[in-house]
């Protein structure tokens, strides 16, 4: 699953906000599933900027799912600035503004994995 960002922003737009409102029911039904955030960020601006804001996309989305009743144990969040670009997408798009949520655990088949939310 991906879900995607405006540039320079960490604030979930609402049909991200929606999707991960969904991932969390789905999460609440499968508590042996545990995810990893993985936030990414494009290429425009410094690097230091953009981990940050990799990360703190991370953040929100986690953050949603904790609101959501998601214990946080189940939840990691990670930042990889502009350091792990999408391959064939340009690398100052919005495809590359993105946080990937990857499913741990022995149920961890959320629909579509590959789904993009790209506001």
């Known amino acids: 699953m991906v879900l995607g960002f ?8 609402p049909p991200v906000v929606g999707e991960t409102r969904s ?8 508590p042996e599933v545990s995810i990893v955030l993985d936030g990414h ?6 690097s230091d ?4 804001l990799s990360h703190e996309r991370a953040q929100r989305i986690a953050a949603t799912l904790r609101r959501a009743g998601v214990a946080a144990s189940r939840l990691t969040a990670r930042g990889f600035g502009a350091y792990q670009p999408l391959e064939g997408a340009a690398g100052d798009g919005p495809a ?3 946080v990937e949520v990857h499913f741990r655990g022995a149920a961890a088949c959320y629909r579509d994995t590959r789904q993009v939310v790209i506001p």
Not at 23 to 30: N, T, V
Not at 41 to 46: E, K, L
């Open 6 to 13: 405006e540039r320079d922003s960490s604030e979930p737009a």
């Open 23 to 30: 991932l969390a029911s789905w999460l609440k039904e499968h």
């Open 41 to 46: 960020a494009d290429a425009v601006g410094s």
């Open 49 to 52: 900027r953009n981990l940050a």
């Open 96 to 98: 590359q503004r993105r």
